[in-house]
């Protein structure tokens, strides 16, 4: 054949030996939008109907969201989420923030700070939430340790009391998140113009005004790219709230993504467990306004 | 206004020296500019004045203080940066006034000073608006409005001007000079761009690979330059160089044997024949021999090509293998098309020794 003796003609030669790259990638995309948006269409309808067990087709209205909001354990898990990402939102970055600060201030312990806050970003969040049960156990933890070094008096148990349980895991999830903030924020830190430092040094200006009054400000877009990964952090909480509490004591440390996927596989209700569904779409997707702003923002 | 001293003052990356012993004395009120190719040391030094960058060793003395080691803030000085280094998230009106809040200056003072220094500068339309508002040009006479809030005693310059288009980088320039002018500060201006140097300086430090090659007026820099770094260095076009011999009756001779009278040079000491030595002329000293010589060992130049510059043209030689130019009269016709004889005044040319460079 004279044909095979031609150099190489690249994806012209393509459909003849019948290999069409555009409609594998037609096909990959179709599946991802059957899968993806049909699941979401399918969620919201479900969330309009009476399914319990097995998924019925008969709408009823906004029974299901009435029914939703009349759950306590539903508001528990929406006050859980607030709680949770107030204050693991705001001690992540304050936390990451700092220790950016001290890296890009050359402090030595750099090696240290790296591994205590960068290693739990490559670890799964179910180990994360795995260590922190354990040194929060009273038998096995920092109670039992202290306790060992002779401070018998020392009361550390926030996992068992329902009140303090969500603590424990804004703990956890500030030891989590801050070592992204710190990266993100010290990628922002190191490209602030070495002039601007040469001025504040030659006006003389507190190092701590310097930061709040000038840097900072000046890294405001990188900071709202860390709220944002941090508000899908929390949203995404689900298996950190399994390897640490599994949504106990009781229901105390429940979050709306909990909840749905209980209520779906364990108690078979599927409609509710729609409803929870769609409704944690709303908060993810009203994510995306802050993003939007800013995104507007920086092109105005 | 007041006196700065650089004294022996070295610095050193690692093993890498950058400043190699600079000695340097700026009277108060002067207008004193560093020039020097890129990476010759420029910033490091104007650094270490201001205290931004520490010293191996040596002195800085301010106003007649010993300042080595004082914080950049006591140094009585401000600084005006290349990339500007104003407060990206403040107006104008905080980045002028913030350093005199942070030092609780009164409130009637702050808006004083900065009133009166937006008038002199003439960016009262701007007070209010962010950096980022501003044009090239605006920022940097904000840049200039806060180093000048600070202290108009004494202002360190970086580079100021290299970031604005021709233009208004010859507007800037002019108003550095009335600023200058008007206040009488103490100024130490870093540039690389000799045109720069030339029209702003009361005096230039020309500095090459860590070490000051020169300090004196723009014009003796450019007319007698002590090295032949500097020679080569200033002046646009470049100065004609021919190396050569020293000969007895202080005669030039040239690799080819061509030879050129210098008695009318005025030597630095008496000449010892046998030097290898570099002559230089400027462009401006060339011009046909009236009376050419017509002797077997005279100059000669054939000319290469003409650039026509308005009023004059510069004429490109071929001289002895080297490149030589010289200014004609564009108007006058008189433009050589073959063979001349070049000539030019002894007095006018400079001598360097070839292995050190130095000016004979
Ligand atoms: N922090 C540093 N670490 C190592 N070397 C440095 C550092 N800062 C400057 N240098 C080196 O010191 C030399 C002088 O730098 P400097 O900034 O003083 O040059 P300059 O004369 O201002 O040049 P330019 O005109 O390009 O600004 C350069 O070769 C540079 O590479
Ligand atoms: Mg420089």
Redesign the interface.
Known sequence: MTRSKAPARGLSDMPESGFRPDLVAIGFFLVVALVFYGSLLWTGYLSLTNSRLIPSYEIVGFDQFARLVATPRWRTACVNLVILGAFGIAGSLALGTLLAILLDRDVRAEGLLRSIFLHPLALSLVITGLAWRWLLDPVTGIQSVLRGLGWSSFHLDWLADPDTAIYALVVASIWRSSGLVMIIMLAGLRGV?T??W??I??????LW?AYA??VL??L?LTIASCIILLMADVVRSYDLVIALTKGGPGFSTDLPAKFAVDHFFGRANIGLASAASVVILGFVASLLVPYLLIQRKGRA | MIGVGIRGVTKSYGALPILRGIDLTIDPGEFVVLLGPSGCGKSTLLNIVAGLEPLDDGAIEIAGEDMTHADPSKRHLAMVFQSYALFPTMSVRQNLGFGMRINRVPKAEIVRRVQSVAALLQIEPLLDRKPAQLSGGQRQRVAIGRALVRSTRLCLFDEPLSNLDAQLRADMRVELRRLHADLGSTMIYVTHDQVEAMTLASRVAVINRGKVEQVDTPQKVYDRPATLFVARFVGSPAINLLEGVLMADRRFRSATGATVDLSGYAFASTPRPGTEVVLGVRPDDVRVAEAPARRGDALSAVPAFTESLGPRSLLWLELDGQRWSMYVDAKGGAIPTGPFEPGFDAADASLFDKTTGVRL
């Open positions: 113009d002039d601007i040469k001025a040094r030659l006006e003389g200006i507190p005004r009054q000038i400000p000046s405001k």
